[in-house]
C-alpha cells in the first residue's frame, strides 16, 4: 500500500484529495497493481515514516507559513529530503519548494527546489488564465497518452530560472499558446524527489499528473532514505 498525504492546512487541499481517488482508480483500470491510500495532514507528527508521498497544495503561501511553527518547518525540510519519499508542491507548494524567491520574502521557506520563483508573476485573480501545455517528460506523455494537458493558472507564481543542472524540466508553457510569454517557460520541474507545478491539476480533471504522482511514491518506497 502506498500512503500519500496532502498537506490540509489551507488551500486547495480537498481538490487534491479527490484528484488522487479519480487517479486510483484510474490506475487500477489501467492494471496497475496498487493500493492507495489518501491522508489529510494538518500536524507534524502525521509527517512520518509511514507517510510516501506528500502534496503541498495550492492557496495562499503567506497564511500557509503562519503554521511552521512548534518544529512543523523542521519536520517539512527534513520529511522532504528523505530520498524514499516524493513531494509535489503546486502553485503556492511551489513557492513553499524554492530555493530562491525574486523580490523578497524567503522567510520560513522549504525550499529544496534550485529554482527561482515570482510570486503573482502573471497579474491579479483577474489575470488568471488556461492554456494548453506541452508535456516534455516521457513518462508524462505515456500516462496522459499524449503531449499536452490544461495548465489553469491561479495567481501563479513563475518559474525566472532553473538553477542546477539536475532540475528536470517537465513541461513548458509555450509561448505560442499564452500571450504574455515572449518565450517558452518551464511550469513544472523536477529535482530528485520534489515535484513542483505553477499551475494547478487537481483542478483540471485530468489525472495524468496525480497518476504520475502516485507511481513516483510507489517507486520510492524501497529506496535508502
Ligand atoms: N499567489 C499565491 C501565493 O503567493 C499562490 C496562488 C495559488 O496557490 N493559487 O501563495
Redesign the pocket.
Known amino acids: 500500500k502506498v500512503k500519500v498525504g496532502v498537506l490540509a492546512i489551507q488551500?486547495?487541499f480537498i481538490e487534491h484529495v479527490h484528484s488522487l481517488q479519480k487517479a486510483e482508480n484510474t490506475l487500477k483500470l489501467k492494471k496497475h497493481d496498487i493500493e492507495v491510500q489518501i491522508m489529510e495532514i494538518r500536524t507534524s507528527d502525521q509527517l512520518n515514516d509511514n507517510l510516501n508521498g506528500l502534496i503541498i497544495?495550492?492557496?495562499?503561501?503567506?497564511?500557509?507559513k503562519r503554521h511552521f511553527e512548534n518544529g512543523f518547518l523542521e519536520n517539512l525540510k527534513d520529511w522532504t529530503r528523505l530520498k524514499n519519499k516524493f513531494t509535489w508542491g503546486?502553485?503556492?507548494?511551489?513557492?513553499?519548494l524554492s530555493n530562491q524567491m525574486d523580490g523578497g520574502n524567503s522567510e520560513l521557506q522549504i525550499g529544496g527546489v534550485d529554482i527561482t520563483c515570482s510570486?503573482?508573476a502573471y497579474g491579479r485573480q483577474i489575470n488568471?488564465f488556461e492554456s494548453p501545455l506541452h508535456l516534455l517528460d516521457s513518462q508524462l506523455q505515456n500516462i496522459a497518452g499524449n503531449n499536452t494537458c490544461l495548465g489553469i493558472?491561479?495567481?501563479?507564481?513563475k518559474i525566472k530560472s532553473v538553477d542546477s543542472q539536475s532540475v528536470n524540466v517537465l513541461c513548458h508553457l509555450s509561448a505560442a499558446s499564452h500571450e504574455n510569454n515572449a518565450v517558452d517557460e518551464p511550469v513544472a520541474v523536477c529535482q530528485e524527489n520534489i515535484m513542483v507545478s505553477t499551475f494547478?491539476p487537481e483542478l483540471s480533471g485530468d489525472t495524468c499528473w496525480h497518476e504520475y504522482f502516485i507511481l513516483q511514491a510507489a517507486v520510492r518506497k524501497s529506496f535508502q532514505a
Do not use: D, K, W, Y
Not at 503546486?90 to 513553499?96: E, F, M, R, V, Y
Open positions: 488551500g486547495a497544495p495550492g492557496g495562499e503561501s503567506t497564511v500557509m503546486t502553485c503556492a507548494g511551489l513557492i513553499l510570486r503573482n488568471s493558472f491561479i495567481r501563479a507564481p494547478h
